[in-house]
């Protein structure tokens, strides 16, 4: 099994208040939602091929003390 090229891109943006120690964030993972090979295994009962995870969007919130 073969695995053409890809891009496969990651980002982020944060906005910090002054001294307030928080960071609201907005992210994304996988934005080309490329499809890609994470493993394949190939055995004589059986064949199986994982796929890394499609895109993902979110949102944190994270506080430094």
Known sequence: MT???Y???NA???WSPTDSGATFSLFTRNFTN???LNSVFINPSADAVIYS???QVGVAVNYSF
């Open 53 to 55: 995870p499609p895109r």
């Open 34 to 36: 490329a499809k890609v």
């Open 7 to 9: 891009f496969q891109g």
């Open 12 to 14: 982020r943006i944060g």
């Open 3 to 5: 695995q053409k090229e």
